[in-house]
C-alpha cells in the first residue's frame, strides 16, 4: 500500500504550483472590487476565466495556442479605450487585470513564475493606495501567504531539477488520473502547517514594523493614483429635487462615522449638516451660479475664509489646545461635502489643499468625491442650531443686508435667498398665507418660524408617499402641495417653509445632511446611516445669525435651545450589523489612521505598560523573599519537618525514575508533536556525541564503546523486534559520557 507520507512527484509539484499561481492572480484581481467607481468588466473576466479554468482544468486545456495569440494582439485595443478615456490609473489597473488573466494559468518557466508575482503585486499597490478597507487588509494577508508559497514551490521544484531548467507542464497527462481531490490526499499537510507558523511569525514582524516605521502619506505624493468615483452614492450634490432626499432614505447603509469620548455631550438628536442651498426653482434648490463659481475658484481656499472667521482655524494637524474633538469618517462616494455637526473653532484635515470653504453658505467640501474612506476632525463643536453669518466687505459680490432688488438679477446672491415662484399666482396664493400667519404683528425670524410650523403642521401630515394632485393654474410643486391637505415629506415642509419665510420677507434658505445616528455600543462610536438623511431650512435671524428650522412634525423648535446628553447615553446598538461595522471602525482607528502622533502615543502606553509591570514583579519579588523569609524563620513542628521530608522524597523518586526511563519527561512530552520515533531520535543524537569524542581521544575510548555503539547502532537503525534494551542501553552511554 502506498504511503500518506510519500514526497510529491515533479507533476504533482507542478500541479500544486499551477494551482497557488492561479488563486495568488485570483486574489490580486479580486481586490479591484473594494475601488468605488472602477471599471470592473475586466475584473469580472479575470474571476470568472480563472475561477472556471481551476474547477475546471479541461477548460483551460482545450483552449488551443492560437487562442492565446488572439487574446494578446487584444488586450491593444482596450488599452487604447482606457488610454483615450484620459484615465490614468484606470487604464493601468485594466491592463494588468488582462496581463494576470494569460499569466495566471500559463507559468511555467521560473521568469513566468515571477512575472505572475510582480503584475499581482503591481495591482495590489495601486489598489491599496485607493483604498483602505478592512477587506483589503485580508485580501493582502491571503495574498501574501499564496505568493510567498507559490515561490517556494517554485524553488523547490528548481532543486529536485538539480539546476536543469524546468520543464514545461502539461494538464493533458494529468487530467487522464489525476484530480484535485486525489492531489489534496498525498500533499503532506505537517509542512503546510509548518510554512503557515512561518507565515505567521513574518506577519507578527511585519506588524512590529508597521508600529514603528515612521508614517509616509503615498497618496498625496503620487498624484498619479488619483482616482475619483463616478458618482455620489447619496445624491448629495450642489442640486437637490423633490424626493432625492427620501430616495436617499431607503439605503439602511452607514455613511458617516463620528468618533467621540463618550463622555462628550451632543444633543438626542443632532443634525450634521453637510449643504446649504439658496435658489429655488420649481420644487429644486441648487447653489447659485455666483456661488459655484466661488467655490471653484481660488476665493474659497481655507486661507482666504480667514477673512470672514477671524476665530476659526483650519488645519492639517490638531491643536495642542485640551478641547472637544470629534472625529468625522465619511464612506467613500457618500459626497463631497462635509457633514458638519453645529459650527466649530478648528477643522483639520489631512488633504487641506483640497478643502474649499465657502463662509456665506458655511459649506465646507473637497474638490471632489474622495473614492477613499475621508477623515477629518473638529473641535470646540457648537450644536446650538444657530449658525454665523459673515461680515462682508466692499471687495465681495455679496451684500451686508438681504434687501431684494428689482434692479439685480434674480438668480445672483444674495437676491437668491428672498426668490419666489416666478408665476404670479403662486406669489398671491403664499402672500394669503402670509398674511394669515402675521396679521398686524411684528415679528421677528423665530417667532415668524413658530408661527409658520404651526400653520405646516396643523394642514399636513408626514409621509414618505407624496402622490401630488394634477396642476390647475400653478405649475410648481410646493405650492400645489401647500394649497392641499396632502401628507409629505421633509423636502416638501422644508420647501414650504422656505417659500412662505421668502414671501414675508425673510431670507432663508434649505439645508441637507443626515438627522440623529445611533451609538454604537462596541467601539463607542455615532454610526449615521443614508436612512438618517434629512432636509430642513434655515431662517435669516437679522443679526448675523442663520436659524436652524426643522418644519417636519415631531422635531423641536427653533427657539428652543436642544438638552446636550452624554453621547453614551444616545440610542444605542449592538446587533450583529453593529458589531461587523465595529470591525470597519476598529481598522480605520488602528491601521489606516495610524499615523506618526499614534505612534508617540502607542510608545508612550508601551513605556508606561513596562514601567507598571516592572513595579508589579518588583512588588512581587520583594513579597516573595519576605514570604520565604518569615517561612524559614518561623517554627519549626512536627508536621513541618514531615511535610518537607516528604517533598524531598517525592523530588528524589521522580529524578530517580527519569534516570531508569529511556526518555526523561521532557523528551517524552516532545515526541508527542513529532512524527519519528523518539528512540531512535535519541539514539542518533547520541552517536553524534560519541563521534565529537572520538575526535578528542578516539583511541583511549573505542574500546570500552564498541558494545555501546553497535547497541545504538540497532537502536537507531535497526528493526524494532532486535532492538536491546533502550534504557539500559541509554545508561551505559549517559555513564561513559
Known sequence: MESKSRKLSIEELYMLKWLVGSLTGLIAVSTLFNLNGHNLIPARAALIFIGCCILLPKLYVSIPSWGWKVYAVSIIPLLAIDILAKETAPAMMNLNTWLIIYRSVNHNSRREEMQLVLLSLFLMVMVGILTSTIVFGFQLLVFAGLATAFLVIGSILECRNEGRPTQSFHFK????????FELSKVIQWRPALQGSLLFLALISIAGASFLVIPRIDIENKVTLFEMAPRATQTGFSDTISLGEVTDIKKNNGVALRVDVESQSLAPSVPYWRMLALDEYYEGRFALSEGLKQYMNGASA???????????????????????????????????RYLPIAGTFT???????????????MHVFSMKKP???????????????????????????????????????PSNQYPNTLLKLPADQESRRYLSEVVSELIGDDELSAAQFADRAIQYLSKTHRYSMQVALPQAQGISDPVIRWLQSDLPGHCEFFASSFILLSRAAGYPARAAVGFKGGTWNAYEQYFMVRNADAHAWAEIYDGNGSWLRVDPTPGSPSPTTRPDLVAVAEQPSESGSFAYMDSLRMLWYRRIVNFDESAQKEFAVQLREFFTAYLNVAELWATHAIFYIYDWARSPWNVWRILYMVTLGLILLAALVIQRNLALNFREMIVASFRRDDPIRRKASKLLRRVEQAFKKDGASIQKDWDGVIASLRRLRFGAKESWPNPRLVFKEARRLL
Open 370 to 408: 474622495s473614492s477613499k474612506m475621508l477623515s477629518y476632525q473638529l473641535e470646540n463643536v457648537d450644536f446650538s442650531g444657530t449658525i454665523p453669518g459673515t461680515a462682508f466687505d466692499e471687495s465681495t459680490v455679496l451684500l451686508d443686508n438681504f434687501v431684494y432688488s428689482e434692479s439685480s
Open 173 to 180: 497527462h494529468w487530467l487522464k488520473s489525476f484530480s484535485w
Open 301 to 335: 481656499s481655507p486661507h482666504h475664509a480667514r477673512r470672514y472667521w477671524s476665530k476659526k482655524e483650519f488645519s492639517n494637524a490638531p491643536s495642542d489646545k485640551v478641547t472637544d474633538r470629534w472625529t468625522f469618517f465619511l464612506e467613500p462616494g457618500v459626497s
Open 346 to 360: 478648528q477643522l483639520t484635515t489631512p488633504h487641506l489643499s483640497d478643502l474649499s470653504v465657502v463662509p456665506q
